[in-house]
């Protein structure tokens, strides 16, 4: 039961006593981390790449590879590395490089690249929802881990059980990717400070101090930005690969899957792509192929990792779809499935600005996060710009679980352009319950003494407490927190090996596949989730060839 104000008032100093305490033990154990080496990278990586890089489309053009990744994103970098080390690969990327770019390595330029978008060469893509609402997507090497807060939480037992995945093989993989790119949190700039003592002040507890795990309670988790500043984007875990055996083709753009039909066997296999250059016209055509092996019956795949956006776009411009809307734009059937584009999940975000109006503070990335409400309601805080000088201080939350679940759809035939997708905000009671007791909890965030203090300035407006009020500012305000995910759900579009129902040789690998988002960030899910779907290929390659051996011996 809630303390009275009076009784907490007279409890605030031994509250603060207790969070200097925990701070100093913090700051302790961040020593402790340094001097023992904890297993973290220890500087800037991905300056000397050893890989094959091109923007060259006749590089590619015509040649035949183990495997064909679409999408050289969060997901598609280390799934790409990881088959590299025994396998032929091409990733193909339709935005370029991010080394080299301020707007993506350095952490002072936190969130440009999501107000700094063009049709066809930011970094970023934006795109608005059929619900009003507006977004983007990655168009860069590195996917959304080269424009996120650089956030890294991995995913909750439940979420991992729950997928069916082998739960050493994820601690295995979640470790690899640690090893190369995630840092920890060398000190919480003084906005950070102030939100995990507002967190605590809210009652968002336990305190965990710095944790990988997703708990409830008030936490400081890993980051992508190193102790320098700098991003490591997934496109850094290319190092781990195979130098002779990978292929980056950047600024292509995917137009289409190739398949070819076996009427003897009534057997569909994809067995290459059609591509352009990013910045050429539509009836410039290139194509690359999955090579068969001269010694085995066994075949690679083409994988679609190009994103929750992407990978169902793609799917129905090759002709995988319902047939109707296939049909809509003079699409060849190749499967009929209806749930291509179906069950889009958006997690609703309330964001409360807690200045009062735009300063020129430095942009600040999130390294605290609060999880309550039995990890229903997730808060975080950053500085945001506006724009190349201004910026707002905001704190916001999101429903983890939401329950209203959206559709994509074509809009057009060409690849560059974005799909229409509905994600239906708050749709669900459920949704719109767990809305209003999110933004009770920023007010009180919001209206804080650490908050007050830090802005030098008090917070009199309040928001009011009448239910319908709260309700009509939900749906007034809701925004993205960008962890849009679904579209190729497993069990719906794809299997437990992410292969494509009804299809051979076509995977699908990133958020599309999911049904719910795992946790507070889903970038350390889908970087796991790259890493170990590659080692099980791997394995189902080696049992494939063990037993050509076998049958043949």
Known sequence: M???????????????????????????????????????????????????????????????????????GTCGCPLAATLSQKFSVLLIERGGSPYGNPLVIDRRYYGFPLVETDKYNSVAQSFISQDGVGNVRGRVLGGSSAINGGFYSRASEEFVSKAGWDKELVKEAYEWVESKVVFPPW??????????????EAGVLPYNGFSLEHIKGTKISGSVFDEFGKRHTSADLLQAGNPNNLTVLLNATVKSIIFHHNGNNNETRAKGIRFMQSNGTLDETHEAFIRKSRNSSSRGDVILAAGALGSPQLLLLSGIGPKEQLRRFNIPLVLDMEEVGQGMQDNPCIAELVDSKPQNRLPDPPQVVGITDDLKIIVEASILPLSSNATRVNVAAKVALPSSRGILELN?????LNPSVKFNYLASEIDMEECVKMTKLLNKIARSKPVAFFLGESKQNKLTSIEDDLRKFCKKNVRTIYHYHGGCRVGSVVDKHYKVYGVKGLRVLDGSTFSESPGTNPMATLLMLGRYQGIKILKEREAECDSNVKQNS
């Open 187 to 200: 000190f919480l700039s003084p906005w950070q400070a102030v939100a995990e003592f507002s967190l605590l």
């Open 2 to 72: 809630p303390l009275p104000i009076e009784i907490l008032v007279m409890e605030l100093p031994k509250i603060n006593q207790v969070l200097k305490l925990l701070t100093a033990l913090l700051l302790l154990l961040l020593l402790l981390f340094v001097h023992l080496s904890f297993s973290f990278p220890s500087g800037p990586q991905g300056n000397n790449i050893q890989w094959h890089m091109t923007s060259d489309v006749k590089e590619v053009a015509g040649k035949s590879y183990d495997y064909i990744v679409v999408g050289g």
């Open 412 to 416: 057009n035939t060409d690849p560059r």
